[in-house]
């Protein structure tokens, strides 16, 4: 199978110190940092794309068969930090689904397991590429 490259981009301007906003280039942004009151850190930003790009596959397999009556999803990680560079570990996405009783609920529910299988082992970009450890560069233009 031949590869499929298509380019991704996000900007991010600082607006004061520990304070930024990421854009992407259909212009859809987002305010974030450390001196933010009431906005997600970095590292939220990582578990909640881990979550979202999860719970997008599972929405698509299993919404077509019936309307969720619950969808949410907990993340749970160890931040490691001190001596060792800081990290995350143990990234745990767990998810609470339910469904309307009746045939099509029972048909949703039955998509669930192989749905999130699926979202692991092949088609959530976020959390495979995290779990490949992708090569990160970060340079001076």
Same mark, same amino acid.
């Given at each position: 199978?031949?590869?499929?490259?298509? *380019?991704? *981009?996000?900007?991010?301007?600082?607006?004061?110190?520990?304070?930024?906003?990421?854009?992407?280039?259909?212009?859809?942004?987002?305010?974030?940092?450390?001196?933010?009151?009431?906005?997600?850190?970095?590292?939220?930003?990582?578990?909640?794309?881990?979550?979202?790009?999860?719970?997008?596959?599972?929405?698509?397999?299993?919404?077509?068969?019936?309307?969720?009556?619950?969808?949410?999803?907990?993340?749970?990680?160890?931040?490691?930090?001190?001596?060792?560079?800081?990290?995350?570990?143990?990234?745990?996405?767990?998810?609470?689904?339910?469904?309307?009783?009746?045939?099509?609920?029972?048909?949703?529910?039955?998509?669930? *397991?192989?749905?999130?299988?699926?979202?692991?082992?092949?088609?959530?970009?976020?959390?495979?590429?995290?779990?490949?450890?992708?090569?990160?560069?970060?340079?001076?233009?």
């Amino acid at each position: 199978m031949t590869e499929e490259i298509t *380019q991704k *981009q996000v900007t991010l301007v600082r607006e004061a110190e520990g304070v930024y906003v990421a854009r992407n280039p259909d212009g859809a942004e987002y305010r974030f940092g450390y001196n933010v009151d009431g906005a997600l850190s970095a590292v939220d930003l990582l578990l909640v794309a881990i979550a979202g790009c999860s719970a997008t596959d599972l929405d698509m397999m299993t919404s077509r068969r019936a309307e969720p009556s619950k969808f949410e999803a907990t993340v749970n990680a160890d931040k490691v930090g001190g001596s060792s560079p800081a990290i995350l570990r143990d990234i745990d996405v767990a998810f609470d689904v339910a469904f309307p009783e009746g045939p099509d609920g029972d048909k949703a529910r039955a998509r669930v *397991q192989s749905a999130l299988k699926s979202a692991e082992e092949k088609t959530c970009t976020v959390s495979r590429t995290v779990a490949n450890s992708a090569r990160v560069t970060l340079r001076e233009v």
